[in-house]
């Protein structure tokens, strides 16, 4: 955490000082090592989804990162691929890329920016963005219904805290494989400053000065300096 102090000044008033507490980015990496077998066609059959939980993360989420680790397939073009966050938003990592040629023990990272899966060439080890090419695609149930988004931005500005699921799925006969070191959930997040409501009062008072006996007139601005809404605000002026 760090504190920021201000020392605040109005002319040659001297105000009292104000302070803001907030966090540093946090990064958080975690992974499920447990193998994820596929058939030769549906779900994966030991594990659907497999989870990552994630607990007393601070802060609100920037960036995601998902790698699958050691990725072997006879067919990678029936490899489906989706993550599903805590509250249930999804996004397609991977579907009909890599033409037919085979994936032996590659680790496969996704984030956005990165270029996208090659759609009929080999797949070799890297970074890529998501990629999928059949926008219409669907896993099998428990998996969420599409359609599925397609970019890792759609969890920024959440928390991170949660239950993370990986559903994979093999969605075309005669070829089979496995994720064989199951995969790896990079977070960063940032702890922003404390937003509220900043409100100001300037009071003036019309005639001045004021001769004894006659009526004088009173003004009172409020303004909100913001950011957030004032709800509520009561003003109370002892004469």
């Given at each position: 955490?760090?504190?920021?102090?201000?020392?605040?000044?109005?002319?040659?008033?001297?105000?009292?000082?104000?302070?803001f507490t907030f966090g540093l980015s946090t990064t958080v990496s975690l992974t499920n090592q447990s193998r994820i077998s596929l058939p030769d066609m549906g779900a994966a059959t030991n594990l659907y989804p497999s989870s990552i939980?994630?607990?007393?993360?601070?802060?609100?989420?920037?960036?995601?990162?998902?790698?699958?680790?050691?990725?072997?397939?006879?067919?990678?073009?029936?490899?489906?691929?989706?993550?599903?966050?805590?509250?249930?938003?999804?996004?397609?990592?991977?579907?009909?890329?890599?033409?037919?040629?085979?994936?032996?023990?590659?680790?496969?990272?996704?984030?956005?920016?990165?270029?996208?899966?090659?759609?009929?060439?080999?797949?070799?080890?890297?970074?890529y963005g998501p990629t999928d090419y059949a926008p219409s695609e669907t896993l099998p149930a428990p998996a969420p219904a599409g359609l599925y988004g397609g970019a890792l931005g759609v969890f920024n500005g959440m928390e991170a805290?949660?239950?993370?699921?990986?559903?994979?799925?093999?969605?075309?006969?005669?070829?089979?494989?496995?994720?064989?070191?199951?995969?790896?959930?990079?977070?960063?997040?940032?702890?922003?400053?404390?937003?509220?409501?900043?409100?100001?009062?300037?009071?003036?008072?019309?005639?001045?000065?004021?001769?004894?006996?006659?009526?004088?007139?009173?003004?009172?601005?409020?303004?909100?300096?913001?950011?957030?809404?004032?709800?509520?605000?009561?003003?109370?002026?002892?004469?």
């Amino acid at each position: 955490m760090v504190t920021a102090t201000l020392q605040l000044s109005d002319g040659t008033n001297t105000l009292p000082n104000v302070l803001f507490t907030f966090g540093l980015s946090t990064t958080v990496s975690l992974t499920n090592q447990s193998r994820i077998s596929l058939p030769d066609m549906g779900a994966a059959t030991n594990l659907y989804p497999s989870s990552i939980p994630v607990h007393d993360v601070p802060g609100l989420i920037r960036k995601v990162t998902v790698t699958l680790l050691n990725v072997q397939h006879t067919s990678p073009e029936d490899i489906d691929v989706l993550l599903v966050g805590p509250r249930g938003d999804t996004v397609l990592l991977m579907s009909d890329a890599g033409g037919g040629g085979a994936l032996n023990g590659a680790n496969l990272t996704f984030e956005d920016g990165g270029a996208l899966l090659p759609q009929a060439s080999q797949i070799i080890s890297g970074t890529y963005g998501p990629t999928d090419y059949a926008p219409s695609e669907t896993l099998p149930a428990p998996a969420p219904a599409g359609l599925y988004g397609g970019a890792l931005g759609v969890f920024n500005g959440m928390e991170a805290n949660g239950t993370w699921s990986l559903y994979v799925a093999d969605d075309a006969g005669g070829d089979f494989g496995r994720i064989g070191g199951g995969w790896a959930l990079t977070i960063s997040t940032v702890d922003p400053v404390g937003t509220s409501a900043d409100l100001k009062i300037v009071g003036s008072a019309i005639p001045d000065p004021l001769m004894i006996g006659s009526n004088v007139t009173y003004t009172l601005l409020v303004t909100n300096l913001g950011p957030d809404a004032a709800q509520n605000v009561t003003v109370t002026n002892s004469l």
